[in-house]
């Protein structure tokens, strides 16, 4: 693992053999030709990343601000999106929240069932097991995500069906739960969205914290089965903590790939009536901000549905970059605990 | 409280791979008993095997019995668990938990027994911090993380949390092999300090060490190149010191060879 979204990887956290942190640059250069080419390249590459960043940014805010100055509805909190014609009104609310609700729904299934996934490879299974199971779960990640999305329409959704009323006579009186009448079928709600985009998340999720937990130092297992630990105090007292600023950093890409998931998503998910009444249930339709944008460019003709999809992938820029600066101050708190 | 320690006829595999044979000693309470001997020699798997750490290793597995009083070790009926709460062990490089703070650390083992009240936790804390000689210097910082201590004052922690759950044995593998010199001799009164209380088998390359502060020393050697390790001969530290039996322990301790 050489880095992740957040800046921040498990090898960061792992003091160099004479003490010092990997990442601080040391000042080896020698002023040959050599150095300096390399050096150089180096340099550029750093900067070219810095540098579409920002372009990204820029292109994003130059394109959406003509049509943000022609909606006539609010962007934040508006559900309507109509934006042909001279009068456009549109805004993200509705697009924000199935977003969020398939993300975190994924995110919810993906990183305990990862993080289990990760504990056996690396803690419980044999040898000869745990390589296979790993480049199995790695295999996961090679499937590409129209195959995900055909899979979950055509195959995996009609059991997803009887899991879905299991969930709302449990806990249907909670509305997030709640089934509705005439609602979508199953398989097309931001429910199943959810799941689909978790299988997905899972292999990056697993990959990582396999990474990190592999490398937890035997001295600390050891120190805590010395203890009189079990293997799993074992793991909850050595393995988890250390590897808990990579589980983030799992979580936080993982989070990265089921927020701006498309093809699948917008093959499931089934499209809110216009003037539908919001619902706050999982087991609802919708729109994410990618399946929004996959399914609108075809008709964007014009600079103003052209500029509100481009606005709402401005949104969805932000999103991810709050969630990763979130992600970044969890694991700079704790890191006085783990150097 | 301390515990005798009856170790009879132990065969010490890795797999198929025998690396120590037919070690026989007896350990008394309240004594310091050192293992010396080369590199390679089996004397750090022998100690592994008195808490049955060894068998954490893939393939680790032992013939022959380890009494403690009338506790047999390996008796198919006792829980490696409740062996390690009862024999504590120090290891080579001070390893205290990084994540910790200097308190959660010496309370780790306590609340792995699922003591959480925190007046109890408190004070064994403070004691096993006292018994350790380390109190005085991190009693004002003991929310601070435990590996932002010295290394010996790390190692001291690590023995403080070794002491915290109350062990009738103490095991140290080279203790001091990763410490300056002031700091050996900290942990070394200190060993003589715990003697009181507990059994105490330290393993040390260092002769002088063994010499200092253990009643009883075993020399180890390999029989030969590719042989298993085994316990040359076993007596009292001056004895084996001045008038050894054996004369590859003679060889070894006048420093002709290892």
Redesign the interface.
Known sequence: MSTSITGRSAVDELPGPDGRSPLAGDRAGTGRLGDRLFGGAATASGLLVIALVTLVGVFLVAQAIPALQANQANFLTSREWATAGTSPRFGIVDLLWATVVTSVIAMAIAVPLGVAIALFITQYAP?WLSRPAAATIDLLAAVPSIVFGFWGLTIAGQYFEPVAGVIDAALGWIPFFAESEGGPSAKSTLAFAGVILAIMVLPIVTAISREVFAQV?T??K?????????QW?MIR??VL??G?PGVISAAMLGLGRALGETLAVTILLSALNDGAPFSSSIFNGGATFASKIALGIQEANTATSTGALIAAGLVLFVLTFVVNAIARVVIER?K???? | MAKRIDVKDLDIYYGDFKAVEGVTMTVEPRSVTAFIGPSGCGKSTVLRTLNRMHEVIPGGRVHGSVMLDDQDLYASSMDPVAVRRTVGMVFQRPNPFPTMSIRDNVAAGLKLNGIKKKSTLDDVVEKSLRGANLWTEVKDRLDKPGAGLSGGQQQRLCIARAIAVNPQVLLMDEPCSALDPISTLAIEDLINDLKSEYTIVIVTHNMQQAARVSDQTAFFNLKATGEPGRLVEVGDTPRIFSNPTEKATEDYISGRFG
């Open positions: 040898t130092p001295a600390h050891e120190g805590a089965l010395a203890l009189g630990a079990t105090e007292t050595a903590p250390f808990k704790r006085a605990f783990s150097e």
